[in-house]
């Protein structure tokens, strides 16, 4: 029985381990694509989506050597999640892009955290998901402490960075969502990647063709390490989550507001304003709440 505990120990602090070097990974894909400079969002994503398709492509045609063709099979009734799937997490990936570019890197990565809230409201739609009453209480005051980092106004260009960041979170919620949908259905998880990757880049494809913004080879080595860290962050939070239950790590994901605000510090001056740390805390406050609470019930919706 020690021997037992002290296994579940050890994998939950590698678990702990591998969650916060997700964390690290995407606040530095995050770096690297505000220092790539004045190229268009999409092209950026472009680059990110391009280095997941190369990795997932690999990942799949091993299988399909391994296992045949019955590893590509595209089990009956996903196809449309994984087009809702695509979809979304393209908003999510080209929302959050955006954003990096012209509000604060730790804004981006907190509004971005939004995401498992709204993950929480789309998995009640797609698959019938109860949701408790305090998640929802936690849900609402969430979207509250978001307000004060959005910051509404009527100058609708001031605040369109921030509310675009909002939106890739809402976007991000509803590709996890997605995605449990596809994991009931037995998806191959690579197919998933392989699809929206594909599908992503294929909507930058018609900005390429006719506005690519010639790069120098720092651009592109910059680039190439946001999809590097991207990729980074992918193997990460799966290996995380390998060796660890959500309940019990999750939590440890909110890191990178931490991180996002260290880089955004250093590289480039950044300090957060006093709404927007207020909002932080309240976000922060809900998803610890929400944590605890799906803990002590023994379930975690995430």
Not at 110 to 135: C, D, G, H, Q, W
Not at 140 to 156: C, E, M, R
Request: net charge positive.
């Amino acid at each position: 029985m020690e021997e037992l505990e002290q296994s579940e120990t050890i994998n939950t602090k590698k678990g702990v381990f591998f969650i916060i070097c997700s964390a690290f990974f995407f606040a530095l894909m995050a770096v690297f694509v505000r220092l790539a400079g004045d190229i268009h969002f999409v092209q950026k994503a472009f680059f990110r989506n391009a280095v997941a398709f190369i990795i997932a492509l690999g990942g799949t045609i091993k299988d399909v050597r391994l296992n045949g063709k019955e590893a590509i099979q595209i089990p009956k009734g996903a196809l449309l999640f994984l087009f809702l799937r695509a979809i979304a997490g393209s908003i999510g990936v080209f929302g959050n892009f955006y954003a990096i570019d012209r509000i604060l890197l730790s804004d981006a990565a907190i509004l971005n955290k939004m995401a498992p809230f709204f993950t929480i409201l789309f998995s009640y739609f797609i698959i019938k998901e109860k949701i408790r009453p305090v998640p929802l209480i936690c849900i609402i005051i969430a979207f509250l402490g978001s307000i004060l980092i959005v910051k509404p106004s009527f100058n609708f260009t001031q605040m369109l960075p921030t509310l675009t960041a909002f939106m890739g979170g809402v976007g991000a919620g509803l590709a996890y969502a997605s995605i449990r949908k596809l994991s009931y259905l037995k998806c191959n998880g690579k197919i998933i990647i392989l699809f929206f990757s594909a599908f992503s880049m294929l909507l930058s494809v018609p900005y390429l063709i006719t506005s690519f913004n010639p790069m120098t080879w720092q651009q592109t080595a910059l680039l190439c390490g946001a999809g590097a860290c991207a990729a980074g962050g992918q193997f990460s939070v799966t290996a995380a989550y390998y060796h660890a239950p959500a309940n019990k790590i999750s939590i440890y994901d909110y890191s990178q507001v931490l991180f996002s605000t260290l880089f955004g510090f250093i590289f480039f001056a950044q300090i957060p304003d006093f709404m927007s740390i207020i909002g932080y805390i309240i976000i922060i406050g809900m998803a610890i709440i929400n944590y605890v609470f799906n803990t002590l019930k023994g379930t975690h919706i995430e």
